[in-house]
């Protein structure tokens, strides 16, 4: 009797565990065009070919929580500079999101220096029903790498509710990039 429910409480726990997404096991990502790899948790995987921007290199969401990591790399000799890419890169995007070069924070990733910027923004609903809150509060988070060869965009957007967790969740995966051409 005992060993039955010792069976039965086991298998209880198997099954909540995965039905709660935990997994705690790391998973090794590689970029489309074979520049960069990340290291996530277990929760992660690869989003479908094309569905976070058709140009994406990479493309990650997580299982657990709404996230998401998309990578756009240029190759560095289209440039004269990394300062030179990075204007262009910012005035593109801030024709779409609010925010300024002003806004940019230095940061080192993977040896190279970098800049990042956070910002909040509104995406429209996909969901035809939901006509009392049209639009999605996210938060996004840009980190712009230049590396001797490449010139690399990581975005990373969660909804604004998990935003807390999941700056630790993409500080993690951005430590664990490697930039490998």
Avoid: H
Avoid at 17 to 26: E, K
Avoid at 88 to 106: I, K, P, T, W
Avoid at 150 to 166: A, G, H, V
């Amino acid at each position: 009797m005992k060993k039955i429910k010792y069976i039965i409480i086991v298998l209880m726990l198997v099954l909540l565990t995965t039905a709660c997404g935990l997994n705690t096991g790391t998973r090794n990502f590689k970029s489309k065009n074979g520049i960069l790899q990340v290291t996530t948790n277990g929760s992660w995987t690869e989003a479908k070919a094309g569905s976070l921007n058709s140009r994406a290199e990479l493309e990650l969401r997580s299982l657990r929580i709404e996230r998401y990591v998309m990578a756009l790399t240029e190759p560095a000799s289209n440039f004269d500079s990394y300062e030179d890419w990075l204007s262009v890169v910012v005035y593109n995007n801030s024709q779409n999101y609010s925010f300024d070069s002003a806004s940019l924070e230095d940061v080192e990733i993977a040896g190279f220096n970098s800049k990042y910027v956070d910002f909040n923004t509104l995406l429209p609903s996909d969901d035809p029903y939901n006509t009392e809150n049209p639009n999605i509060n996210m938060f996004m988070r840009i980190y712009f790498i230049g590396s001797k060869n490449y010139y690399t965009q990581l975005f990373m957007w969660t909804l604004d509710e998990n935003k807390e967790s999941s700056i630790v969740e993409f500080e993690k995966i951005v430590d664990s990039l490697k930039i490998l051409k």
